[in-house]
């Protein structure tokens, strides 16, 4: 049996399933301050009448990361960065970064030394400002981390308390200025989330139970609580996903939907192409930080059941902040959900109030209160509408640097609207009929994150790049570097070593068992050729676990 | 000023010319590894977009392919064509201010009539754009300045006798490099005198000395001519590491060259020295069309004071300068007659060598010197290509101003040329209601495509 947890900021939201069916479920009002009691509440509410060994793995996601981020209520951090040549660096020029020589090319080479006196001279200054945490990045250490060690070390070694993290290890794409924010958002984070691990591990033992225990991710896969530790960043946004993987648990496989999350301020969508859920092509901003996080592409639209609703002149506007609860529930403005009472599209609230919210709407405007309901409606469908369409284009629109990749690109629309999120059962039809899918409201569609955190598989990605003219190897994913030590080294090997690094990796996190079909991704070999002789290759390779769920928990809801 | 930047980065990992070609999928990969290592974009001000794929007809605006689209262009070509009408299109919507297609394969050596690729090129991607923004969006006054190292024959052939559109290019002196022209003597037929401009420069030129060719020629003329559009070939083999070039021009160089030149749309030629040039090259002109700080874009190698500029270089180039203001500034002087010894055709022979496959072409071009408009253009041509042996064809080119008389003139040595059993295939080109007719002599069909 298999439990999924997503702790949010209000509530923390639990389910069982066993084979494929939903056991029981919970809601919980998180005990402020007190993330223990809340899991151990919620663990209690799923697992009456089932026995702690019956409990094969436990996925949870969080907020907590995010919301420390969003909230700014993260530890200081003083940065250590080695640009080299390229873009000046504006934003970068304050007092807690210190920038210094050394620099790296695309293909690894050292084109300007390090200087180990600007180092020593940069700690004393972050000492004297009590500094303890710091970031050290340099421009292409993803393609050589040797400068980013020597500095590393010697921070080390004049003061070993001190918490320090490397670029190519927190960030191993190419992408410089995001990999100067996950860096310094992993030194941020670390402590604060072990804290929740802690809190993790001791429900789990006060309940008995001995289960593999995985943290869910926003690009929709899992790891293990263990690994987490080391990139807690790696957390963020893993609520909307989980919720994607609900939708997707509790439709039929291999089907095209959207799906649309609609909460109390904002509505989140999200796409599953022929079953898979639609992964960003860039990452997960956060705050005002860009980081290197994979993400599923989820559009947030500032629109919910709670949005304020005015009437300017004649003409009603949906404004994006929330006051407090609708109308109907006793809030002080009228909001979407009070239009929904109206129209008999909800049974939410008190149904008096919702007329008195829209006939206040319509006064002015001479008309009648089911008019101001029925355009309120088709406000918030309007909007929606349009971020969709938008969401379309945009994927439709993305980059492609293949000529394969500029050719296979069709044009698709869903076959499915899921609805999931409190505004749903109101919207979601309209939305349908606009876009021309069959509305979906699916059973459990209220705990929707928590079965998306059950039925996620742990996935894991090895993206590999080897450069046989100067004989290296790395491995985005780990930060790790070395020596090819294979010859011949053609590219049946390299994606042998590739494979290889996967499936060790795999065992590592004792998930051995999943490694039956690796996917590859990528597969590009570039010859290195130098006055007309091919002097080398560089092979691009990316292997992954499958994607995809562990069940889907039916394919109800349809309403036709 | 902060601007908004479309770019199309389209390098085409998946198709080369040959393995160790150097137009080869390994082109654009450091590039590739600078821009996104940059991040810049992550920079509000630059929009990447998907490139799309250009259509023949499109392409047959442009271009007479031999015997038709498919068979002288790949898809890779559509798309690098693609991409630039993709930019085209989102500047003139306003969306964007500028634009740069960073794709491959290139295009300037592609002329009007295409039997077969020459110097790594098959389809001219400016010259499709140019013929894309006239027919949709009616823009009259288009100038091309085309800043790789070897001379833009292919643009230059195509708009020889369009007064429409302004040809300026500067490059490595034809007498030394390849494909071995672009004197200062070409100026352009006799209804376009001067808006074909050559600027032949010896090895050797630094920044210094094309900065002094832009303010002092390049500019003035443009501002002369007042473009309504202006489009860069940026070739990047002037850097001082080219491989095929020997020109000195730095990353910082060709940076305030574009933020000079300011054009609408920038499309990437040549440049070769795919690791110590592209990547920072490529860098330092996306920041500068995107009005960002570039003095931080510095080759490795290159410090203040490596590149000196001899001063013979110097002298040469501000006589080449002077000579060519001295014909600008004269331009208006010479007359339709004068140029075509009063008659009624102007024509020229030429030999043209396709030097990817080894083959040559044969053409005689007449142009009807008409002093109303810029008269319609007849190519006789003849050519051995690989693909289908030897064959003669007839390709007749009417100019979207054409008066009454050159069209009907055209259109009568169109049918007289498909009784003419030396022609395999015979086309028309007609840019005043974009059709485009190819005629085949085998069976006797003729296709018609239209915008």
Known sequence: MYIGIDVGGTCTDAVLLSEGKVRSTAKIYNTPNNLLTSLVQALDSVMKGVSAGDIERVVLSTTMITNLIVERKYDPVGLLIMPGPGRKLEHYRNADVHILSGAIDYRGREIIPVNEEEVLQAIKEFDAKGYNKVAVVGKFSPRNNRHELQVAELVKKHKPHWQVEMGHRAGGQLNFPRRVDTTVLTCATKEKYRYFVQSVNEALKKRDIKAQVFIMKADGGTMTLESSEQSPVETIFSGPAASTLGAQALTAAGETSLVVDIGGTTTDLALILSGKPLLSSKGVMVGDKLTQVRTLAVKSVPVGGDSVVEMVGKELIIYSERMGQPYCLGGPFPTPTDALNVMGLTRLGDKDRAWEAMSRLGKWANMSPVEVAKNIINLVVDTIVKEIENMFLEWEQEPAYRIWEVMQKRRVRPQNVVGVGGGAAGFVPQIAIRIGGTPVLPPYASVANAIGAAVARPTLQVTMRADTEQNIFSIEEDGYQGKINRSPFGFEQALDLAKEWLINKASRMNIGDQMQDVEITRREVFNIVRDLKTTGKIYDICVQTPRGIQWHIGAGGKLI | ?451
Request: glycine share 6%.
């Open chain 2, 1 to 451: 000023m902060k601007k908004r930047t479309g770019l199309v980065f389209f390098p085409a990992f998946d198709w080369s010319i040959a393995p160790i070609h150097p137009e080869r999928e390994e082109r654009l990969l450091y590039t590739r590894d600078q821009i996104f290592e940059e991040g810049v974009l992550d920079l509000p001000e630059i929009i990447e977009y998907r490139p799309q794929v250009a259509t023949p007809h499109e392409i047959a605006r442009a271009h007479f392919c031999v015997p038709g689209v498919d068979d002288q262009v790949l898809v890779a070509h559509r798309i690098a064509a693609g991409a630039a009408i993709r930019l085209s299109d989102r500047i003139m919507s306003g969306e964007i201010n500028n634009g740069f297609a960073i794709v491959r394969p290139p295009g300037h050596h592609a002329m009007r009539v295409v039997h077969g690729n020459r110097g790594f090129c098959s389809i001219n991607n400016e010259a499709v754009v140019v013929e894309h923004l006239r027919r949709t969006y009616g823009i009259k006054r288009i100038a091309i300045v085309d800043t790789d190292v070897h001379h833009g024959d292919g643009t230059q052939d195509i708009y020889y006798h369009d007064p429409d559109v302004l040809f300026i290019s500067f490059h490595q002196d034809g007498r030394t490099i390849f494909p071995g022209t672009g004197f200062t003597d070409e100026l352009g037929g006799p209804t376009a005198y001067a808006a074909t401009i050559n600027i032949p420069l010896p090895p050797g030129v630094t920044d210094s000395s094309l900065l002094y060719v832009i303010d002092n020629l390049v500019l003035p003329i443009l501002k002369d001519f007042e473009p309504e559009f202006v489009i860069n070939s940026a070739g990047q083999d002037n850097h001082f590491t080219d491989p095929l070039g020997s020109m000195l021009i730095t990353a910082q160089g060709y940076a305030r060259m574009t933020e000079k030149l300011k054009p609408d749309l920038a499309v990437l030629e040549g440049g070769y020295a795919i690791e110590s040039a592209l990547p920072y090259v490529n860098l330092a002109i996306l920041l500068a069309l995107a009005g960002r700080d570039y003095s931080y874009v510095t080759e490795p190698g290159n410090h203040p004071g490596k590149i000196v500029e001899n001063s013979q270089v110097t002298n040469y180039v501000h006589q080449v300068v002077d000579q060519l203001q001295q014909m600008w500034d004269k331009r208006k002087d010479v007359t339709v007659s004068q140029l075509c010894g009063g008659s009624k055709y102007y024509q020229r022979h030429k030999n043209i060598f396709y030097d990817t496959e080894y083959f040559e072409e044969k053409q005689l071009e007449k142009v009807r010197a008409c002093v109303s408009c810029p008269g319609y253009v007849l190519i006789d041509s003849h050519a051995a290509q690989p693909k289908i042996g030897r064959c003669r064809v007839m390709a007749i080119s009417i100019h979207n101003r054409c008066c009454k008389n050159c069209i009907a003139e055209a259109w009568e040595a169109y049918y007289e040329a498909k009784k003419d059993y030396r022609y395999s295939y015979v086309y028309l080109q007609d840019k005043t209601d974009d059709t485009f007719i190819t005629f085949r002599r085998d069976d006797q069909k003729e296709w018609r495509t239209e915008g």
